[in-house]
């Protein structure tokens, strides 16, 4: 799959029903083009699986709870169930308004290793670079500060539209949004006890690194969208809570 990462944006989401979604697609069409990979896939959308990595006391998500401007996300996201591919390492941070991303493509027979707190090797890497060495020293260094280790596991099925192949202006719908408790290391697509995050919510993101283009506005304003919180972690493990498969702080 491409990878179409975007280091540093801001991210306005909203909630919209199927109906809306689709009307959305219509519109979004004429400003921005398929993901390549989405575009081979039944209704453009593939399904996404990511595994969030918190402290024993959950301090990534209490960071949010507690509305900490500057706080971070840590996760493994996968594609596929193979064991021969690699996965994502990837650190989500807010500061103040924007977004912040890290992220490294390793060999998921590496994982296990960085896990228990080895930073990662040249081999490591399905394809090495020194940015990515970077970045996954910067992962590992808040995993081990944590001893952060798999707590959920999230997936979704995504629709992604972006700008002329650069990424620079980026729209997602994200439906089917579940969420289950783990307590080990697995990159199964299967649930055991999934929870619905946001019911038959489509969750619409809009995505930017620059100015908030003048159509993006043109949309809300036709569509009548109302910016929402829609935190896939955290709002799962409230639910994972509600319902008894986990014990928070």
Known sequence: ?????????????????????????????SYLEL??????????????????????????????????????????????AGDNEPVYFEMKRRM??????KRAKIQRASVPAIL???FARKEDFANYSEDEAESMNDISMYINQLHAQPRVHVSYIREA???????????????????????ELTFKKEMIRPVDVFGDDVILELKFTDRFPDWFKTMVQVFGLRQES????????????????????
Do not use: C
Request: proline content about 2%.
């Open 161 to 183: 539209w972006m700008a002329n192949g650069t990424n620079k202006i980026r729209v997602t719908l994200d439906r089917n949004v579940r969420s289950d408790a783990v307590d």
């Open 230 to 249: 829609a935190a896939k972690y955290v709002d799962g493990l409230i639910h994972l809570r509600d319902t008894h498969q986990i014990g928070l702080p």
């Open 1 to 29: 799959m491409q990878d179409n990462l975007q280091k540093q944006r801001f991210e306005f989401k909203y909630h919209v029903d199927e109906y809306t979604a689709l009307q959305i697609r219509e519109f979004v069409s």
């Open 35 to 80: 993901d390549a990979f989405g575009a081979t896939q039944p209704n453009f959308s593939y399904p996404v699986h990511s595994l969030y990595l918190d402290s024993r006391d959950y301090k990534t998500y209490m960071d949010t709870i507690n509305g900490e401007r500057n706080r971070f996300k840590l996760r493994i996201r996968y594609y596929e």
């Open 96 to 101: 103040n308004a924007i977004i912040l991303k």
């Open 116 to 118: 228990s707190g080895h």
